[in-house]
């Protein structure tokens, strides 16, 4: 139900209590005191028909008794009462419920049966739910403690979302010391209902929330939680904590590939994909909490390190080493500035080391400097214990110099007595501090991530030289005659020729039963060739002796023959033989690479890069990647190993074409997206031989699946179903399809098409280009939340733009907003209705049932295209501006039908 009736939750005017009582240290006693002590403003009703009064409220039997409609019930009631009450909910009107109680699930089949039962009468009834087994909901903004935690944080705008009501208790309680305000503290329990992915698109779209952490013990609606990611991520940090790491998976898994995509790899790829940032310890989490709430995100990896300590300032330059960073340069006029204050055997590098007998005045100057400079991205504060420094004076002028500064400055000031009161004015002024070095530089780098995660974002995919072309057709029928047969791995040669199929270089490989059969292939395909063990049982070739290479002549391959079946039996007595594969033998490769997939449970498919070779376990050299890839993320994804080093070339080694592998990796991952029933592929070697792969050997597996494609990916692929062949008023055939990342440049010269009036009218301000940041937001789709079609010329040989539409989805899915842009040259033709029209029927289509748009009163043009298709318009609030609003369940785009359906 998406952020549907959370504010009910989070921003109630009314709260019952169900199960308040006046019994001491209960936590129906303890919800009602701290509604009361958190300042709630709003109106309290406790139930429970035990009581006539509980903390001198007057008490109702049940919430169907109320005199009005309630907003948020918190519910603090042994759980087998809980779907009775969930009922009672329902009748009241209830927007949503909090459900403290234990004993659900994670007590096994009755507590599931009855989460189930819960799950299904809140649906039925649209009653939004919390919980069971959790702590509670903080929003310090509208003073609401529907909790049975301690204390009320402070206000603030960072927000916290937890799985665990232990782990928030405790980052609550840290928070106190350390002076760290919250606007909104969850904890979030088993997830029978409201999940991460709704939290963060509520979070998201709420403007007092800068920043999101989250402690994940597992996941649930998987590609929710991916799309409402990337949309937050791009406009707010969100840092995981993420537990129950496993390599059980890795143990189980059948081939190189499953042993390599581990659950918790999956995870980390998942996140990264998603731009989040994940910590690995409680104290990571706090630190990162501390920094993104007191002070700006940095804007780079420019650190100055300022110490009165030698020591700990190597040890700080160690921990951003540990990162690949180094401290910053110094300037030259930086370091002549410096010279002029500080004394003569200061360090002159980065870090600063003041001297130990540092002034207050020393510190602060040269803090002050460092500023001024420019040349920094955040400054690091380290004190000792010295005789001759104050820490408390140079706390005051540290807080009071940083008041001045929208900068970040943060502080390791290592001791214990001596630095307590000095730590606390920091806190107090709102600087991070931290105990070591070390911890201070983990949360900056974390933040650093995050900044390259957004760079990173707003990078554009190159165009690949020649377009992939794909045998969907061919993949198809044979899949569908060897899921006749069996499920489970197909032999090399057929798994070859699907990969083929789909554009993947692979060697020349026929199947042989017999000793003459491979010897005839052999002749076939030509000396030297390769013989392979075929066999469903043994998954690693080289450990039964079943690869023999470079075989150049009858007998050889007679030999080899021999040999591989009486290796095969030997190693697996039990194992079904099919034969060898012969192939092409290719010598002495430059690299030898894997590259597969496995299906995981949560996320679908994973598809992995890597050092390949028989050495791959051992290496653990690898990458993951979630499909569907484009050039962009298939560099980056090898871009994580070691390997990639040498790919670039080494010694007398040629480099491999980065761009053939960027289209393998493509290729690989359209398979994924195509065919859910791929359960596993893995291709070990796949070798490089000057400059081009080619896989060697490779293995499919396959499964049954209920999942049709695209359902089971967590990240919504180019929709090709949304491609529409159609003629413009004159006659003119356009193209009208989604948009896709490498849609950049084809939409920078829509933009230089544009008069100064339509560039006004379509962004509200004079441009004269596009920034990078926003070419990659208007390229770069999630197909679940908006809808974005381009039309192009279907005559030329070149791509030509001629205009965008599209409609974002606001997070209930229900309503959202429409733009439109199409170049001058070509107005008048029909393009925007029939562009604009068609993105209004999809989004019909997907239930949207209200769409609007602002558009500027002198936009006459707009606003009759507004009227044509259905739209009426509104005065806004602005004189300048009118709010175009239609509603889609009444809307008619009949005319569409008119024009060829979709190809």
Not at 100 to 121: C, V
Not at 218 to 228: D, E, G, V
Not at 704 to 711: G, V
Not at 732 to 757: H, Q, Y
Request: proline share 5%; net charge negative.
């Amino acid at each position: 139900m998406g952020i549907y009736h959370l504010d009910r939750i989070f921003q109630p005017e009314s709260v019952a209590v169900i199960g308040a009582t006046e019994t001491e240290n209960s936590i129906g006693n303890a919800l009602m005191t701290n509604l009361e002590n958190g300042g709630f403003t709003g109106k309290i009703i406790p139930i429970n028909p035990k009581y006539a009064t509980v903390k001198g409220i007057k008490t109702l039997e049940s919430i169907r008794q109320r005199s009005h409609p309630i907003d948020l019930a918190i519910i603090a009631t042994p759980i087998s009462t809980v779907p009775d009450i969930v009922d009672d909910c329902i009748a009241a009107g209830t927007g949503g419920a909090v459900i403290i109680s234990a004993g659900g699930k994670e007590t096994g089949d009755q507590g599931r049966d009855i989460e189930k039962k819960i799950q299904e009468k809140a649906y039925a009834g649209s009653l939004r739910l919390i919980g069971p087994n959790c702590l509670g909901i903080i929003n310090t903004e509208t003073k609401l403690n529907a909790s049975f935690a301690s204390d009320m944080p402070s206000r603030g705008k960072l927000a916290f979302v937890s799985q665990s009501g232990a782990i928030c208790t405790s980052i609550l309680d840290l928070s106190f010391k350390e002076k760290i305000g919250f606007s909104h503290f969850v904890s979030i329990g088993s997830m029978v209902d409201v999940d991460f992915g709704d939290m963060i698109d509520y979070l998201g779209n709420d403007s007092r929330v800068t920043s999101i952490l989250l402690y994940i013990e597992n996941l649930t609606r998987i590609r929710k939680f991916m799309s409402a990611a990337r949309a937050v991520s791009r406009i707010k940090p969100i840092v995981v904590l993420k537990s129950g790491r496993s390599d059980a998976g890795a143990r189980a898994a059948s081939s190189h590939t499953g042993a390599l995509a581990g659950e918790d790899a999956v995870y980390d790829a998942a996140f990264k994909r998603a731009g989040i940032v994940r910590v690995n310890t409680i104290a990571q989490l706090f630190d990162c909490a501390e920094l993104m709430a007191k002070t700006p995100r940095p804007r780079g990896s420019r650190l100055a390190i300022i110490t009165n300590g030698g020591g700990p300032g190597v040890m700080a330059t160690d921990a951003l080493g540990s990162h690949g960073l180094e401290p910053a340069p110094l300037s030259r006029e930086l370091t002549e500035s410096l010279d002029d204050l500080l004394p003569q055997f200061w360090s002159r590098n980065n870090p600063i080391d003041i001297l130990g007998d540092a002034t207050r005045e020393r510190f602060i100057n040269t803090v002050d400097l460092c500023h001024e400079s420019r040349s920094f991205d955040g400054i690091l504060t380290i004190m000792v214990p010295q005789a001759l420094t104050d820490p408390e004076s140079v706390a005051e002028a540290l807080a009071a110099s940083a008041r001045e500064k929208n900068f970040p400055i943060f502080a390791s000031w290592i001791g214990g007595k001596r630095m307590e009161t000095a730590v606390a004015v920091l806190n107090q002024a709102k600087i991070p501090t931290y105990e070591t070095p070390e911890r201070a530089i983990q949360a900056f780098v974390f933040m650093v991530a995050y900044g390259k995660n957004l760079e990173m974002l707003a990078q554009i995919p190159r165009k690949l030289s020649n377009k992939l072309q794909y045998d969907h057709n061919k993949v198809h029928n044979l899949l569908q005659d060897h899921m006749k047969q069996d499920t489970g791995f197909l032999s090399e040669a057929a798994s070859k020729e699907i990969l083929s199929a789909y554009g993947i270089p692979v060697n020349t490989t026929q199947a042989a039963a017999t000793q003459e059969d491979a010897v005839s292939m052999a002749k076939k395909i030509g000396f030297p060739v390769a013989l392979k063990l075929m066999s469903p049982d043994i998954s690693h070739k080289t450990d039964a002796h079943g690869v023999h290479l470079n075989l150049q002549s009858d007998d050889a391959v007679q030999n080899a023959f021999g040999k591989i079946m009486e290796g095969a039996k030997a190693y697996n007595p039990d194992a079904h033989i099919e034969g060898v594969s012969v192939q092409q033998y290719i010598d002495s490769p430059d690299y030898e690479l894997l590259i597969g997939a496995k299906s995981d449970v949560s996320f679908g498919p994973v598809i992995v890069f890597g050092s390949g070779g028989i050495f791959t376990e051992i290496l653990k050299d690898r990458a993951l990647g979630l499909p569907p890839l484009n050039r962009l993320l298939a560099q980056r994804m090898m871009e994580d190993t070691r390997v990639f080093t040498l790919l670039q070339g080494f010694r007398n080694l040629p480099p491999a074409d980065m761009e053939a592998l960027e289209a393998l990796l493509m290729s690989v991952s359209q398979l994924l997206v195509d065919f859910p029933q791929i359960a596993e592929l893995d291709m070990n070697p796949v070798i490089v031989k000057d400059g081009l792969p080619r896989a060697v050997d490779a293995r499919i597996r396959l499964e049954d699946t209920a999942e049709d494609s695209p359902l089971h990916l967590v990240i919504s692929p180019y929709p090709d179903e949304l491609e529409f062949h159609e003629k413009t008023d004159d006659g003119k055939n356009i193209f009208i399809r989604p948009v896709t990342p490498e849609d950049a440049s084809l939409f920078t010269k829509l933009f230089e098409s544009l008069s100064p009036t339509s560039i006004y009218h379509r962004f509200f301000s004079a441009m004269k280009e596009i920034s990078p940041a926003m070419l990659a937001r208007f390229t770069q789709v999630d197909y679940d939340r908006e809808i974005a079609l381009t039309a192009l010329d279907a005559t030329s040989k070149n791509e030509k733009m001629f205009g965008i539409a599209r409609v974002i989805s606001d997070p209930d899915g229900n309503t959202g907003e429409f733009s439109i842009l199409i170049g001058d040259p070509w107005h008048g033709q029909g393009i925007g209705a029939n562009l604009l029209g068609r993105v209004l029927q999809i989004a019909k289509n997907r239930k949207m049932e209200t769409i609007r748009g602002i558009v500027l009163r002198e936009n006459r043009k707009m606003i009759a295209l507004g009227k044509r298709l259905g739209f009426t318009p509104r005065t806004d609030e602005d004189p300048g501006e009118i709010t175009l609003e239609i509603d889609l369940k009444e809307a008619d785009f009949s005319f569409l039908d008119k024009n060829p359906a979709a190809v």
